[in-house]
């Protein structure tokens, strides 16, 4: 028997001779993937849906690394806000006064307060229906002052309108100068 010099802790050791022993690798069926065709073929037909999704993706990384606005906010700085549309707040109502000699006294422009006279058996009862109402338009008459009165345009409230129509079915109307 033959011993061969062992090597010394400290010295190095030829090349290739720290590996472990070889073993042999045991045999298994290659892997497929099953379905890659199919795939393909289902994203073909349906491109319009890969597209969608490509943008869809795109967009929202264009925006996550877009610039941060003054608010600290990432994408494009939003406009200002959207008004809300209110309904017009004065409108414009014709009256028509009893007294036509009153309404020639009128201009565009003046401030005057409508009130309803009622007449009944006791006596008759007035209330103002308008206060501080702007008279737009004084319509010239087409015969003269007529004893049903003189027609005027006034600007008012939605809901003094509202009033004005109701007093003027029920009474007569005259006006006041503010």
């Known amino acids: 028997m033959s011993f061969a010099p062992s090597p010394s802790p400290l010295a190095p050791l030829p090349l290739g001779t720290d590996a472990p022993p070889t073993c042999e690798v045991p045999h298994f069926a290659p892997v497929r993937v099953r379905g890659g065709r199919r795939q393909l073929r289902r994203l073909v037909r349906h491109r319009g849906r890969a597209l969608a999704l490509g943008l869809a993706v795109t967009a929202a990384a264009l925006v996550a690394a877009g610039p941060r606005g003054d608010d600290g906010a990432r994408g494009h700085p939003a406009t200002e806000p959207v008004r809300e549309h209110r309904a017009v707040?004065?409108?414009?109502?014709?009256?028509?006064?009893?007294?036509?000699?009153?309404?020639?006294?009128?201009?565009?422009?003046?401030?005057?307060?409508?009130?309803?006279?009622?007449?009944?058996?006791?006596?008759?009862?007035?209330?103002?229906?308008?206060?501080?109402?702007?008279?737009?338009?004084?319509?010239?008459?087409?015969?003269?002052?007529?004893?049903?009165?003189?027609?005027?345009?006034?600007s008012v409230p939605r809901s003094t309108a509202a009033r004005l129509a109701g007093a003027s079915a029920t009474a007569r109307l005259a006006v006041t100068l503010c």
Do not use: F, H, Q
């Open 89 to 154: 707040e004065t409108v414009s109502a014709p009256v028509r006064i009893a007294d036509g000699a009153t309404v020639r006294l009128l201009r565009p422009g003046d401030r005057v307060d409508v009130i309803a006279a009622e007449e009944s058996a006791l006596g008759g009862d007035a209330r103002v229906v308008a206060r501080g109402a702007r008279v737009t338009k004084v319509p010239e008459p087409l015969d003269g002052v007529t004893e049903s009165g003189a027609l005027i345009v006034l």
